[in-house]
């Protein structure tokens, strides 16, 4: 991703805000599997280089909402379209039985994780999983 000056998790925030824009640092941490307090200072430096924004939330001003930049939004194809390369370049020569198998299994793993995280009394959104370009045909699971 340093093509397009990413590096790090960087990548994945600005998927992250591509599917829901306008939420908590908090959403945002777990929207990219990070602790909030990591994440605060890959903020602090991704406002710096003009990519995001931080807003008040006019419901509770003790916390900000973050935005991308038109700057952060025209990346978000190519980062996905990179994203996607590196993946089926991952895939090659596994076969699609393997591929079924290994999907089947991470699928019960993350049904696992998603009812053990509910019976501790977490908030799990189902899309967290899924980010997808603007067109929305292309998509990663992450």
């Excluded at 916390?63 to 025209?74: D, G, Q, S, V, Y």
């Excluded at 993946?87 to 994780?113: C, F, H, M, P, Y």
């Excluded at 959104?125 to 045909?137: F, V």
Aim: aromatic content about 6%; overall charge positive; glycine content about 6%.
């Amino acid at each position: 991703m340093q093509r397009f000056g990413l590096t790090g998790g960087k990548w994945k925030i600005i998927t992250a805000l591509s599917l829901n824009e306008g939420i908590t640092q908090k959403h945002l941490a777990d929207m990219t599997f990070v602790e909030a307090p990591t994440l605060v200072p890959v903020i602090d430096k991704m406002e710096k280089e003009g990519y995001i924004t931080r807003q008040p939330d006019p419901k509770d001003r003790r916390n900000n909402l973050i935005f991308m930049t038109e700057k952060a939004r025209e990346i978000v194809d190519p980062t996905i379209d990179c994203i996607l390369e590196i993946r089926d370049r991952g895939l090659n020569k596994i076969s699609k039985k393997d591929l079924e198998i290994a999907r089947k299994v991470l699928q019960q793993i993350k049904e696992n994780t998603e009812e053990f995280i509910i019976q501790k009394g977490e908030k799990t959104e189902p899309n967290l999983w899924i980010a997808q370009n603007k067109t929305g045909k292309k998509m990663v699971k992450f």
